[in-house]
């Protein structure tokens, strides 16, 4: 199976901010990453998909990268409604998406 | 705008079998461009993928939940469903029901609000 592990676990930032999140598959998974954002009480939201493309609707301040074995979501200005806990997931061996095991970010 | 309604008890008694629903609206399960999807969260914890059911109903589980999991749709009224037998109290969790596009990188693009499934006597 393969292993997604986010770092870090928690972060606390200021609004204005740029906030980075790093996301790493246990073995390649080429850009099949995609990232959520989830705020409490509330379903997951799709931010990223394919590594780096911008779900619609998505603010412009999201961006993702990477390929192979290491990712990363940036938030190039932190926004209020921005502190939620993010998840990587990886698509490439579906059925048995997995995801990270999350990282909070909160507001400092 | 598409939306998915979860639906089903909230409490669930272990050694009995979980049953939920997902509504779609503003779409179609018969689409072959999405699976449907169920995932599952414990409470203060991460996500979990339970599976995914296609419209012709071909079927992929976790493999950790596979002897206990069933997943099946219905075209006609739209829905697809979710049962999970034999609980515990480690099954206890909110379960979401999400679309994955299959043109794309499975990503889960739509989601339910989900639904707490408590299981306990």
């Known amino acids: 199976d393969i292993q997604m592990t986010q770092s870090p676990s928690s972060l606390s930032a200021y609004v204005g901010d740029r906030v980075t999140i790093t996301c790493r598959a246990s073995?390649?998974?080429?850009?099949?990453l995609n990232w959520y954002q989830q705020k409490p009480g509330k379903a997951p939201k799709l931010l990223i998909y394919?590594?780096?493309s911008l779900h619609s609707g998505v603010p412009s301040r999201f961006s993702g990268s990477g390929s192979g074995t290491d990712f990363t979501l940036t938030i190039s200005s932190l926004q209020p409604e921005d502190f939620a806990t993010y998840y990587c997931q990886q698509s490439y061996t579906t059925p048995l998406y997995t995801f990270g095991q999350g990282t909070n970010l909160e507001i400092k | 705008q598409v939306q998915l309604q979860e639906s089903g008890p909230g409490l669930v008694k272990p050694s009995e079998t979980l049953s939920l629903t997902c509504t779609v609206s503003g779409g179609s399960v018969s689409s072959g461009s999405y699976y449907w999807s169920w995932i599952r969260q414990p409470p203060g914890k991460g996500l979990e993928c339970v599976g995914y059911i296609s419209y012709s109903g071909s079927t992929n589980y976790n493999p950790s939940l596979k002897s206990r999991v069933s997943m099946s749709v219905d075209t006609s009224k739209n829905q697809f469903s979710l049962r999970l037998s034999s609980v515990t109290a480690a099954d206890t969790a909110v379960y979401y029901c999400?679309?994955?596009?299959?043109?794309?990188?499975?990503?889960?693009?739509?989601w339910g609000q989900g639904t707490l499934v408590t299981v306990s006597s």
């Open positions: 073995q390649s998974i080429s850009f099949y």
């Open positions: 394919g590594a780096s």
């Open positions: 999400a679309r994955a596009i299959l043109t794309g990188y499975y990503q889960l693009d739509f």
